[in-house]
T-cell receptor, first 112, second 113 residues
Framework: SAVISQKPSRDICQRGTSLTIQCQVD?????MFWYRQQPGQSLTLIAT?????????ESGFVIDKFPISRPNLTFSTLTVSNMSPEDSSIYLC?????????FGPGTRLTVL | QQQVKQSPQSLIVQKGGISIINCAYE??????FPWYQQFPGKGPALLIA?????SEKKEGRFTISFNKSAKQFSLHIMDSQPGDSATYFC????????????FGTGTRLKVLA
């Protein structure tokens, strides 16, 4: 399976600032996904990112708040903009291989 | 129709016992059912997955039982060990179609030594 890394692994940010999370995969993949996992909760899909096209956002998530880049088949970024304490979560990227999604280690974000 | 209901929310099992986690879905278009294991501070890791053309799949101490008519599937962990203490998520998807992964709410398992 693909090996996925994320940077940063964790961060503490001030309200109103933005944070960009990087996701790197060791192989070329068509579809990458960004999830949010709030404390003690399940995984919620934010958006699907395909290389060469605009990301597709799920209901409740908008591009202005969570802009995504997908410059090539091994890399993607998710920016959490104008952060508030409600954005404190674990952010996970995943890739699809066959029918299975594989997840990165996550970025733990705390917004003060 | 897009929900996957998972139970119990938490589970405490003695070492050597059997842990059972249940999931139910509504959308019959789902045709791929993975289970993920997540340790604190880590991303979810694929544990085992099943398709509806079989009723059971076993990998080591982990078994998925699938009941297509009832639209239910469950994870059984035999001979549970303290190292199995983690949060388990079921999911359902339709990879060849338009349905993305829908995750259950998670089960926090604690295996007592």
């Amino acid at each position: 399976s693909a090996v996925i890394s994320q940077k940063p692994s964790r961060d503490i940010c001030q309200r109103g600032t933005s944070l960009t999370i990087q996701c790197q995969v060791d192989s070329q993949v068509t579809m990458m996904f960004w999830y949010r996992q709030q404390p003690g909760q399940s995984l919620t899909l934010i958006a699907t990112a395909n290389q060469g096209s605009e990301a597709t956002y799920e209901s409740g998530f908008v591009i202005d708040k969570f802009p995504i880049s997908r410059p090539n088949l091994t890399f993607s970024t998710l920016t959490v903009s104008n952060m508030s304490p409600e954005d404190s979560s674990i952010y996970l990227c995943s890739v699809e291989e066959g029918d299975t999604q594989y997840f990165g280690p996550g970025t733990r974000l705390t917004v003060l | 129709q897009q929900q996957v209901k998972q139970s119990p929310q938490s589970l405490i099992v003695q070492k050597g016992g059997i842990s059972i986690i249940n999931c139910a879905y509504e959308n019959t278009a789902f045709d791929y059912f993975p289970w993920y294991q997540q340790f604190p501070g880590k991303g979810p890791a694929l544990l085992i997955a099943i398709r509806p053309d079989v009723s059971e799949k076993k990998e080591g101490r982990f078994t998925i039982s699938f009941n297509k008519s009832a639209k239910q599937f469950s994870l059984h962990i035999m001979d549970s060990q303290p190292g199995d203490s983690a949060t388990y998520f079921c999911a359902a998807s339709n990879p060849s179609g338009t349905y993305k992964y829908i995750f259950g709410t998670g089960t926090r398992l604690k295996v007592l030594a």
